[in-house]
């Protein structure tokens, strides 16, 4: 039976794609390198992110990859209010997880300020029972501090599901031990996630339903 439940935070709750491709866009367009399409994109995202940089023409022999990502974030925190939002029924269907009695948490890389923030900005930080970020943006990685916070709030795992939105996440909710559940409409393609063979997901508002039979 699920107790808890893992939410990646970018592509999963936060629909920002569209936000992301363009300030990559961007700096593809700034230092000279040929533009991708939204379907590449989605096909070939991927963690560590300096590895899709690499993909899409960056020579970190010759760039500095941390002049590269603080470009990206500067873009991206000056349009994200704007040009970001929830995806349809998150916060309904959040209410609903925790009205059935489930514990939310957000797991998320991004940096814990930041991502409070934002919870903050979106009127869903009150639904969250836990937050699991950095407390460094150079910090430790999302698999580090996520045991971390298992290990230390005695989270039992085989009552735990992570749901998000990448093969990359996929990735981290193995090596923690919890079940995966993918959405379709965050960073990576279906086609990416399909081969995974793990529950996925075309609504938010589906959520309930798939974990009350799992």
Do not use: W
Request: hydrophobic share 40%.
């Amino acid at each position: 039976m699920v107790q808890n439940i893992f939410f990646d935070f970018n592509g999963t709750l936060l629909d920002d794609t569209e936000l992301c491709f363009d300030a990559e866009a961007q700096l593809l367009k700034e230092y000279g390198l040929p533009p991708v399409i939204l379907d590449y994109y989605l096909d070939n995202f991927c963690f560590p992110v300096k590895k899709y940089y690499e993909k899409v023409g960056f020579d970190f022999t010759k760039l500095d990859y941390k002049e590269i990502s603080e470009k990206f974030f500067k873009i991206y925190l000056a349009r994200e209010e704007k040009e970001t939002r929830l995806y349809p029924l998150v916060k309904e269907t959040l209410k609903v997880l925790k009205e059935n009695g489930y514990k939310l948490y957000c797991f998320s890389a991004s940096e814990r300020k930041i991502l409070e923030k934002q919870l903050a900005f979106f009127g869903i930080l009150e639904y969250f029972d836990g937050i699991i970020a950095s407390d460094n943006i150079a910090a430790k990685g999302k698999l580090d501090y996520g045991r971390e916070y298992i290990e230390s709030h005695a989270l039992d795992t085989s009552k735990t599901i992570m749901i998000g939105d990448t093969y990359h996440d996929f990735e981290v909710a193995k090596a923690l031990n919890l079940t995966p559940v993918l959405v379709n409409f965050g960073h990576n393609s279906e086609k990416v996630l399909l081969p995974l063979k793990t529950k996925i997901i075309s609504k938010f508002s589906d959520i309930p339903e798939v974990i009350e039979k799992m």
